[in-house]
């Protein structure tokens, strides 16, 4: 592959009907409003079948920000009656946010923290949830995304955050807890079209549309579609730009049996900001602006994701479905940043492919046995990972900028595609069994049980890196392991009940498949001495006590927990982590803590989701015992997220959220801290207000980082590099309904 990529000179051109539009929605959103009527949250009453049909079928009637259920079928009670800690965030609550990248609503989340690599994160979304890596944790309706990228919400339900080790829903991982993003689905109820465009600062601009045609009584489809262009806030010329689409069908010949599938397309044409550099002796945090070379820098990415379901009920009861996930990611980037050891710009490029193929087989059984309520779900889970990846040649090779007196002069040259120099193979067969009992009005009780079996191949070849020179290696290993989960929910209130529950995970030596040999990053690891061993799964185990309160005619739910979190045989990177050594079981680690959360309507007017999470960590067991007693690395002691929206008139609602993180030391996620490197704690906040027009046309605005206050999310492990968060940036949406 050899391109010329030119970005210094780009120019945004902005349609003259979407400057139209937007000015008129501009003029009409400063129409008086009070002479509108008050609003009850709590006696809306839905009359448009078309309303009907695009609303989210997991929320809870009336309460947009209240998630009542998740979408998982294997999640077979309300989140109200469920023995965990969990955070949904609905499409009504992502969309008063303003913000349109999972990685950014996932990080303001109480609990959750960004990881980045070297260049920031450009291989796509990294999230750390309770202080463990969670970047292959991540799920797509149920089933595991393959490969790792920059995902967006313009097709999203709700985005369902589940904290706390769960192999036996999750599979391998999920040490801290997992993430699952709900796609829109095609409905049979009617048709509906929505267009939606935005304008704002940092040449923003972003265009969807939401359409659903029924064909017929037993056939619908639906598209999702979007185009996004703009500028990281006061950091241009770095910039995204998307472009995707989700096409979903839906048969359903009988009232018992139901075939749904669906098609995702993603592109992503971006110049990554690698953040600003860190002196790792003095911890001194340097500020300058985009150091990225014109026409050199870029990160390209792309997915392409088809999956097949049915759903049959076989009788009162008793309901079998089945999911097929075909799938296909790529990445490829040049990303300059600068060094503060070398004084000098460093140049990060690679490239990677992944390919997965998922099935899911559930059967679900819902009847009284045994003169009790069992519902049980039982299930089997196919899936083979595939990742080649490599690096990319600049010539002539980049220059050094001075960050400080940055001129950027247009870089002219090829990038050529290099052979992989990394190929992985990984498959995996599940089996697993779980069953809910309902032994009285008061009392209820969960257990579940789960085997995975692995067959791990990886090849790498011969290289001259940071650790010296490295052999060709072609490993294989196959191993196995069990999860269980247990939890009892005792409710002698109408209203509230207290739960206690323990769970478990496994994760293996290489489980980050994105990571090939690089033991630092979650890859396969060696022992001390250098020699590739498989070494046992790291084991995790969990314990949570809490209490679940509905109220207000179940329009809003207060959730509490403590828990506990320990992390056994840890697999250490140890110091020759980018060549791939490390030692191997060697480190404990655990996690304490307390979470509270809030989501729904407060009172007739007032809505909003809060939480808040109290956690302390501590390295129980290390390679080396200086590292025992220190905290876990990119770990938030206290974390607060809080939006709220008040509806002042049925035209016009306004509202706000903040975000608070303490500081956090820097280092590998899941060893020990380096204390000699950290970021301050911050706290951020966002405005949004929104006008009805008319019963069709909507206008919002909304400011992200209201006060412009300059922070930092995350750390670089080699700790050089440290990633900035968005300065202040503005937009306005316009969206119509027909």
């Not at 290099?418 to 809910?436: H, Q």
């Not at 001259?464 to 009892?488: I, K, L, T």
Request: with cysteine; glycine share 10%.
């Amino acid at each position: 592959m050899a391109r010329s990529k030119p970005l210094g000179n780009k120019t945004t051109q902005t349609p003259t009907w979407a400057m139209s539009t937007l000015a008129l929605a501009l003029s009409s959103a400063m129409l008086p409003v009070a002479m509108a009527e008050e609003v009850n949250l709590d006696t809306v009453v839905i009359e448009d079948n078309k309303v009907a049909a695009e609303a989210n079928p997991y929320a809870e009637p009336d309460a947009p920000y209240k998630a009542k259920k998740l979408s998982d079928s294997k999640r077979t009670r309300d989140i109200a009656d469920t023995p965990q800690t969990m955070t949904v965030l609905t499409k009504e609550a992502i969309a008063d946010s303003g913000k349109t990248e999972l990685k950014d609503i996932l990080s303001a989340q109480p609990g959750i923290t960004l990881g980045t690599g070297e260049g920031g994160n450009s291989f796509g979304d990294r999230y750390i949830i309770r202080g463990y890596e969670a970047r292959s944790d991540v799920f797509t309706d149920g089933l595991r995304e393959p490969g790792l990228i920059s995902r967006e919400t313009f097709a999203l339900e709700q985005v369902e955050i589940t904290k706390g080790p769960s192999s036996t829903f999750a599979g391998r991982g999920s040490t801290g807890g997992a993430v699952n993003s709900v796609t829109k689905k095609a409905s049979l109820d009617d048709d509906f079209l929505t267009l939606s465009g935005g304008l704002g600062t940092d040449d923003y601009q972003r265009y969807t549309v939401d359409a659903n045609k029924v064909v017929s009584d037993e056939f619908a489809i639906r598209l999702n579609a979007l185009y996004s262009d703009a500028e990281i806030p006061d950091r241009g010329p770095a910039e995204e730009q998307r472009q995707g689409i989700l096409l979903s069908t839906v048969y359903e010949p009988t009232d018992v049996f139901r075939v749904t599938a669906d098609y995702y397309h993603f592109r992503a044409d971006d110049r990554t900001d690698p953040g600003v550099a860190v002196d790792g002796d003095t911890g001194q945090i340097y500020k300058y602006d985009y150091v990225g070379q014109d026409g050199l820098d870029f990160h390209e990415s792309g997915a392409d994701i088809f999956t097949l379901g049915f759903n049959v009920e076989l009788a009162d009861g008793v309901k079998l479905e089945n999911k097929t996930r075909i799938g296909e990611t790529e990445n490829e980037f040049v990303i300059s940043t600068y060094s503060s050891r070398s004084d000098a710009t460093r140049t990060f490029s690679d490239w990677q492919e992944n390919d997965y193929i998922g099935n899911q087989t559930n059967l679900i059984i819902d009847q009284n046995l045994w003169g009790k309520r069992h519902t049980i779900v039982t299930g089997i889970e196919l899936a083979k990972e595939k990742m080649d990846a490599g690096d990319l040649e600049a010539n002539p090779s980049s220059v050094s900028v001075d960050p400080y007196n940055a001129d950027n002069d247009v870089w002219s040259g090829t990038v050529s595609k290099l052979d992989a120099k990394t190929k992985l193979e990984l498959k995996t067969v599940s089996a697993y069994v779980m069953d809910t009992v309902t032994l009285s009005d008061d009392w209820e009780v969960f257990a579940g049980v789960r085997y995975d079996h692995f067959d791990y191949e990886l090849w790498t070849a011969a290289s001259n890196g940071r650790g010296g020179p490295q052999p060709e290696m072609d490993r294989s290993y196959s191993d196995g392991f069990w999860n269980g989960h247990a939890g009892v929910v005792f409710s002698p209130w109408e209203n509230g009940n207290v739960y206690a529950s323990w769970s478990t995970s496994s994760n293996i030596n290489g489980g980050e498949a994105d990571a090939g040999g690089s033991c630092g990053y979650g890859g396969l690891c060696s022992d001390e001495d250098g020699n590739y061993k498989s070494g046992d799964p790291e084991q995790s185990t969990n314990w949570e006590l809490g209490t679940k309160w509905n109220l207000f005619e179940n329009q809003l739910l207060l959730t509490a927990a403590v828990f506990q979190t320990t992390k056994d045989d840890v697999i250490e990177g140890g110091n020759n982590s980018y060549s791939g050594g490390g030692s191997l079981n060697t480190g404990k680690n655990r996690v304490q803590g307390i979470e509270l959360g809030l989501s729904g309507n407060v009172t007739e007017k007032l809505s909003g989701q809060v939480g808040f999470a109290m956690m302390h960590s501590e390295t129980l067991e290390a390679f080396d015992p200086a590292d025992e007693g220190k905290a876990k690395a990119n770990f938030a002691k206290r974390s607060f997220n809080g939006q709220l929206k008040y509806q002042s008139t049925p035209k016009f609602a306004f509202g706000g959220g903040v975000t608070y993180s303490s500081g956090m030391f820097g280092g590998q996620p899941d060893a020990a801290a380096n204390t000699d490197i950290s970021i301050p704690g911050y706290i951020v906040y966002d405005a949004f207000a929104s006008y009805d027009i008319n019963k069709n046309m909507t206008v919002r605005a909304n400011i992200l980082n209201l006060f412009d206050k300059d922070y930092y999310t995350a750390l670089y492990r080699g700790g050089s590099i440290v990633y900035k968060g968005d300065a202040r940036s503005a937009n306005v949406n316009l969206t119509y309904k027909f």
